[in-house]
């Protein structure tokens, strides 16, 4: 038997005995599917169609959405711009099945392979945005090095590489984070932006200083996150920061989208 059969035998015997299964329902599906079924893809591409704000990344539902700034996505009539210190956020869908199921199977479950379609959608989605032409780096929203070392790893980096690929952009580690907070999925939202606040610095400020920088991140809850890393690379010197994520986690209550700290 010839060496390429041999790997392609060995590979059909591995295949059997610990097949690829999709990392939201959990189904085995065939080599080279990218971990995702063909069914969960189509369910993650129909929350691509749901209208949302371009500031907190909530549904619009029953809040009319009103246009932003030239060139900024529309924004629902809870948010107030200020609070905010990016100038827009994209997002692939709501944090709901499969999406999220995939979310936590990429973070929590040794789920790395999913960083590619995750940041595929994601720099898809970015791609449609008015602003995504001004992009002149993607950046990732670091983790403290405490957190990084107990995952091993940091989503937002996995995924930022893959959406700067996609995207013709250079990825830039220009935010650090020496600070250690609580986890801001351990704190109610109202908390949120008081927890995070200070947390980042700015490195090679001469690389922020004028640019346009698109932050990315898994998954938006309150905005806080993101805002508190936009903020500093605005004090830096950033001529705009814009924000990417995977989801956006929709609040207990209609009443949470207002739950914003300046």
Not at 19 to 39: D, K, L, M, S, T
Not at 132 to 160: C, K, M, T, Y
């Amino acid at each position: 038997m010839s060496v390429p059969a041999m790997r392609r035998w060995l590979g059909d015997l591995l295949g059997l005995m610990f097949p690829v299964r999709c990392g939201a329902c959990r189904v085995p599906i065939p080599p080279g599917e990218g971990g995702v079924c063909a069914e969960c893809q189509s369910l993650v591409l129909g929350l691509v169609d749901q209208s949302y704000c371009g500031l907190c990344g909530q549904d619009a539902g029953p809040f009319a959405l009103r246009p932003g700034a030239a060139g900024q996505a529309a924004v629902c009539g809870l948010c107030d711009a200020e609070l905010y210190r990016y100038a827009a956020l994209s997002r692939v869908g709501a944090y709901e099945p499969p999406l999220s199921d995939l979310i936590k199977q990429f973070k929590y479950a040794g789920g790395h392979p999913l960083a590619g379609p995750l940041g595929e959608w994601q720099a898809a989605h970015v791609s449609a945005q008015p602003w995504a032409a001004r992009i002149d780096a993607v950046v990732p929203v670091p983790l403290h090095w405490r957190r990084r070392w107990g995952r091993g790893f940091n989503q937002s980096e996995l995924l930022a590489e893959v959406v700067a690929a996609r995207l013709g952009k250079p990825m830039a580690h220009l935010l650090a984070r020496p600070v250690h907070r609580p986890p801001q999925a351990s704190l109610p939202r109202s908390q949120r932006f008081e927890n995070i606040r200070g947390v980042f610095s700015a490195r090679h400020p001469r690389e922020v200083r004028g640019r346009t920088l698109c932050l990315v991140d898994d998954v938006c809850t309150t905005g806080a996150t993101l805002s508190e890393a936009a903020r500093t690379l605005r004090n830096a010197g950033a001529a705009a920061v814009y924000a990417a994520v995977v989801a956006v986690s929709q609040p207990p209550t209609p009443f949470g989208r207002a739950m914003r700290d300046p």
